[in-house]
């Protein structure tokens, strides 16, 4: 089967085999990556490695990119893999095996001190050093009320000047929490926004700040805030302006002025790293959604 197909790495700028790959996530996990094409197009530091047969097909994909961290007050200079998916028809075969192998074989040559990714099958990646990141929410109920007539707006994703205020917020971010938070990375957050309808972002104007959000019955989870400087707990309720009894964030809460108890996060990937020691991730943590790859 292997001899029938083409193995093609760093093929973005062929717009048919980005389109190709688009086909494959969408019927593997149902999701349409081609929504990033509205926010500019996938991030810039992909190397994507892929089969393709004699039409054009992707039959089979893994993806590494730079995902610049900060953990514990320190940058690092780490890789993300994402986009791992194999048509059912060529699965069985070690198609995988041979990107997973490519993929990590570049993010060692690349010199990344550490690997991430997100997965649902944590024993595909064991035997290449991943180990999984527990990850935790903090939560606190608020006694204190917040004011009707708050300043935030909605931000519209549909609306292009809106897409260009968020993506020039991006650009120019502080660390969401020193403990452990990306650095950048634009076309995660706008990617991840677009993907989920209960996903909310606010403008706050006070502070030049998006803020990433749900509401979960009376509860409000926080799960980014892009800004220059992180406003704290309360300046950010303020300015939202949104009614609720409890809150619950979904990164370290460090530059937030607030803190609260920690509940294991059940999300339906697990986390993992590779490169790092356990004791350097700081615990309990979380990688904020909005992050997800
Ligand atoms: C998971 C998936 C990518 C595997 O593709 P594949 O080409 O069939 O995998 P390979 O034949 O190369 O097998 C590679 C290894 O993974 C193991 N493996 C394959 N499918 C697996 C699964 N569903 N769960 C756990 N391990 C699996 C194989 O046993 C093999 O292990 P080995 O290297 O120790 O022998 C494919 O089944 C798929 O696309 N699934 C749906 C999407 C998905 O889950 N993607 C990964 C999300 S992070």
Request: hydrophobic share 45%; aromatic share 10%.
């Amino acid at each position: 089967m292997r001899e029938t197909l083409t193995l093609r790495e760093g093929y973005f700028e062929d717009p048919n085999a980005f389109r190709a790959l688009a086909d494959l996530l969408q019927d593997v996990f149902g999701i349409d990556i081609g929504l990033q094409s509205r926010f500019g197009g996938p991030d810039p530091s992909s190397m994507p490695f892929g089969y393709f047969d004699a039409t054009g097909r992707c039959v089979a994909n893994f993806s590494g990119f730079s995902m610049p961290l900060f953990i514990k007050g320190r940058a690092i200079v780490a890789a993300g893999f994402q986009s791992g998916a194999v048509l059912p028809v060529f699965r069985g075969r070690g198609l995988y095996r041979d990107l997973m192998q490519r993929a990590f074989a570049w993010a060692d040559k690349q010199g990344f001190e550490a690997g991430l990714l997100l997965t649902d099958k944590p024993q595909l990646y064991h035997g290449y050093g991943f180990r999984i990141v527990p990850q935790f929410s903090v939560c606190g109920d608020v006694t204190q009320t917040v004011p009707a007539d708050a300043e935030a707006r909605e931000i519209d994703l549909k609306n292009q000047d809106d897409v260009a205020l968020v993506l020039r917020i991006l650009a120019d971010r502080e660390p969401v929490s020193h403990q452990l938070s990306v650095v950048r990375q634009s076309e995660g957050f706008l990617l991840n926004a677009a993907l989920d309808p209960k996903i909310r972002l606010s403008y706050l104007p006070g502070f030049d700040a998006i803020l990433a959000w749900r509401l979960y019955g009376g509860t409000l989870q926080m799960l980014d805030i892009a800004a220059r400087q992180i406003p704290s707990m309360s300046e950010i309720r303020d300015a939202l302006g949104v009614a609720h009894d409890r809150i619950e964030v979904f990164f370290p809460t460090d530059r937030l002025e607030w803190s609260g108890d920690d509940r294991p996060y059940d999300g339906s990937c697990a986390l993992m790293v590779r490169g790092l020691q356990p004791s350097d991730i700081p615990a309990p943590s979380m990688l904020s959604p909005m992050a997800d790859f």
